[in-house]
């Protein structure tokens, strides 16, 4: 140890500043990823509840949600502000959402019938089948022909 004073040690301690900085960045991502989740559930639909719900695929990366409320309208967004949006907005809708995963994916991938979106219909508890059933026919006449209904796991009836 020449050029160290007698009696001085040399610490060697970790720069911890990166690992901070990295688990900071991740953080902020997982809150980012969570609220545009979040902002597409609204949480004035009170889902029905059924012995046989399932969570959704955690493979699935591309999905559409729409809440319909018990007037029958579709609402896109959470909290009042929500836009409401009629069967015939929501035919509109759709097909320009069927647009953008068009633009999205290779043409040989869509003509195998790859690259559409998962529609999530959260469809409120007290809302009549006809209702439901117009916002799936709205979602076919679109081009969409996979969709899901949410629900809570439960029993029936049950509160």
């Not at 007290?126 to 439960?154: E, S, T």
């Amino acid at each position: 140890m020449s050029g160290s004073a007698p009696g001085m040690e040399n610490k060697c301690e970790p720069n911890l500043t990166p690992l901070l900085d990295v688990v900071l960045q991740l953080v902020m991502f997982f809150m980012l990823c969570a609220n545009f989740i979040m902002e597409s559930v609204n949480e004035s639909i009170k889902l029905p509840t059924a012995l046989e719900a399932k969570a959704l695929d955690k493979s699935t990366n591309n999905f559409v949600i729409l809440n319909l409320n018990k007037e029958g309208k579709v609402l896109l967004g959470a909290g009042p502000d929500a836009e409401a949006l009629s069967i015939p907005l929501v035919k509109k809708y759709m097909k320009d959402q069927i647009d953008l995963d068009k633009a999205k994916t290779p043409p040989a991938k869509w003509e195998k019938g790859e690259g559409r979106s998962l529609v999530i219909l959260r469809a409120h508890k007290q809302c009549d089948f006809k209702m439901v059933h117009d916002v799936m026919i709205a979602c076919r006449q679109a081009g969409y022909y996979d969709v899901q209904l949410r629900a809570i796991r439960g029993v029936p009836g049950a509160s």
